[in-house]
């Protein structure tokens, strides 16, 4: 036989003969008594394995257990080889400790020890021996939060109390205070500055808590143009703190209209109408809103207004929010409404704001009248804003809105001069019952508080953005309520349907006139390429008038995002 074969017999040999004897190991561990035996077995631990190392991690994992349960003087006395497979380790674990007592400076910050019950005579206090770990881990947690990331606790000059109590004084070894001293974004690096030291109030300077530094990037997905890509990481360098943001830039802007159309009573026609709502948001990278809306309706009714909200403006907290509204009712009246907000937000939720409100208008007839002619009004006014979104939902973005506004002023005319207040109110909220069902509600009104009225000074409102079933801005009011429900059911993640139910209430002095009004219908949602496709199919009734299929409206509308 030649020499490579005798090589190549020899390396199966060997190779079947290694595959014959590996075999696994098992392990056996006792006590110094039978009571501390069936102890170990009840805290349990690995029988086999695959080799002795293994095997050797296994008794260390035990003995550690055994120390955290409270069996302090545990010692691994022999470990023995009973034959080819089968270890036996022999242990002493001792008497159970129940409680350890731990001692503090004088100097030691007992703010940290709010949670636990401490000695009103010693600066000590008491935990019980399966408490020690984890405490310790939530008492180094706040250590760290105070700017000392790399603070350690340590348990030192550890003693018997009694035969159930042990004694330990708690050492902190702390360093460095550290602070924020650099803030880089990465991804959307023209993310406004204002919204760091602003909206997530994270600033150079400050002490450093990454956790309060994560739940506070966690208000990002609290931003309609902005999102976290990922938690934030820091830079720990001998003298600096680099704090780095990973965000990216979002689409908001969008594009909204509708199409109705109805059959008018008087001439049996069909007729349209529809509006255009054009929303800019963060074009300029400043976080801020332009507002572009248009509507001209089926009774001759055409509205055009603008707005725009800069928050943060030159860094400060504060924002502006400043708009022209413009309202011409056929060859009747035409009005002009001027506003500027000084916005302050408190949070990412909550938004306060004083302003001034001028209105003036214009009576197109050729004679005035007592309830029709020209005035001026001026009112400061005072509002309030919170929003919870749900930007994960693109179907349902927003959860919950509630906005508020009050305002105090006068009317001026060729009759005189009139004190006035106005109250308005938008609210809705979205009960998710669970991923395919919720019910959405919406609540608006609002109230004018004068002495007298004028027609061209009243609230118009009905149609697909009040009560629906009515023609859009038909309803005249000194004082109304609308109440908007909608079961809705999801079908897909982009499909959902809904039904209709609204009630309104309102009250017209200069024509004596109060009325309930209720609105019924159905509708569906469509999330596709272009946008959400919404169409609803809506009747209207009074008390005084039957629901008729005739009167029924049908809106169709599209929201593109770009």
């Known amino acids: 036989m030649s020499f490579y074969g005798r090589i190549v017999i020899i390396s199966v040999f060997l190779i079947f003969s290694n595959l014959g004897f590996a075999q696994s190991l098992s392990l056996k561990v006792i006590g110094e008594n039978e009571s501390a035996t069936q102890i170990i077995d009840s805290v349990g631990y690995e029988k086999r394995y695959d080799n002795y190392k293994a095997l050797q991690t296994e008794i260390t994992s035990l003995k550690t257990k055994l120390t955290k349960r409270g069996y302090i003087d545990t010692t691994i006395d022999s470990v023995s080889k009973k034959n080819d497979t089968l270890f036996e380790a022999q242990f002493s674990i001792g008497q159970r400790i129940d409680r350890i007592r731990i001692n503090y400076a004088t100097d030691f910050n007992i703010g940290f020890l709010n949670s636990i019950h401490r000695s009103t005579n010693r600066n000590f206090f008491e935990l019980k021996i399966t408490e020690v770990e984890p405490y310790l881990k939530n008492l180094n947690a706040r250590v760290a939060e105070e700017g000392d990331p790399f603070s350690t606790l340590q348990l030192v ?38 919204y760091i030291r602003h909206f997530l109030k994270l600033r150079t300077g400050k002490s450093f808590n990454l956790k309060a530094i994560k739940e506070k ?182 959860n919950f809105w509630f906005d508020f506004s009050s305002g105090i002023g006068s009317r001026t005319n060729n009759l005189g001069s009139q004190n006035q207040t106005i109250f308005s109110l938008e609210t809705y909220k979205i009960f998710n019952l669970n991923n395919k069902n919720s019910i959405y509600t919406r609540l608006t009104g609002a109230t004018l508080r004068s002495n007298d009225y004028l027609d061209n000074e009243l609230f118009r409102f009905g149609g697909i953005n009040s009560i629906r079933g009515f023609e859009e801005n038909s309803l005249v009011a000194n004082l109304y309520g609308v109440i908007n429900t909608e079961y809705r059911y999801r079908l897909s993640s982009g499909i959902y349907v809904h039904s209709v139910f609204d009630a309104a209430y309102f009250e017209n002095n200069l024509t004596s006139s109060k009325e309930k ?27 005084d008038r039957p629901f008729k299929f005739s009167d029924s409206k049908v809106h169709v509308s599209l929201t593109a995002t770009f």
């Open 217 to 398: 990037v966690e208000l990002l997905n609290e931003l309609r143009f902005a999102s976290k890509i990922k938690d934030p990481e820091v830079l720990f360098t001998q003298d600096s703190t680099t704090l780095y943001l990973y965000i990216e830039k979002t689409r908001t802007n969008n594009f909204d209209g509708f199409l109705g159309f109805g059959t008018n009573e008087t001439t049996n026609r069909i007729e349209f109408d529809g509006y255009l709502d054009l929303r800019l948001i963060n074009n300029l990278n400043y976080g801020e809103t332009l507002n572009l809306f248009y509507k001209s309706d089926e009774i001759d009714q055409q509205t055009f207004r603008v707005d725009i909200d800069v928050p943060f403006m030159f860094g400060s907290p504060v924002g502006l929010d400043v708009g022209l509204n413009i309202f011409r009712k056929d060859s009747t009246f035409l009005n002009a409404q001027q506003h500027a907000t000084i916005n302050y937000q408190i949070n990412a939720q909550h938004k306060v704001g004083v302003g001034v409100n001028t209105t003036t208008s214009t009576n197109l007839l050729e004679n005035d009248t007592n309830i029709l002619n020209d005035y001026t009004a001026n009112y400061y006014t005072l509002q309030y804003n919170y929003m919870k979104p749900q930007f994960y939902d693109p179907l349902f973005p927003v």
């Open 157 to 194: 000059n550890i003693s018997k109390l009694t035969s159930k109590l042990i004694s330990a004084d708690l050492k902190i070894v702390t360093h460095q205070k550290r602070r924020i001293d650099h803030i880089i974004v990465k991804g959307y690096e023209k993310f406004p500055k204002s």
């Open 517 to 543: 009004l209720f609105g019924f219908g159905f509708g569906l949602g469509l999330l596709t390429n272009a946008g959400l496709f919404q169409l609803n199919y809506s009747g209207g009734k009074t008390e």
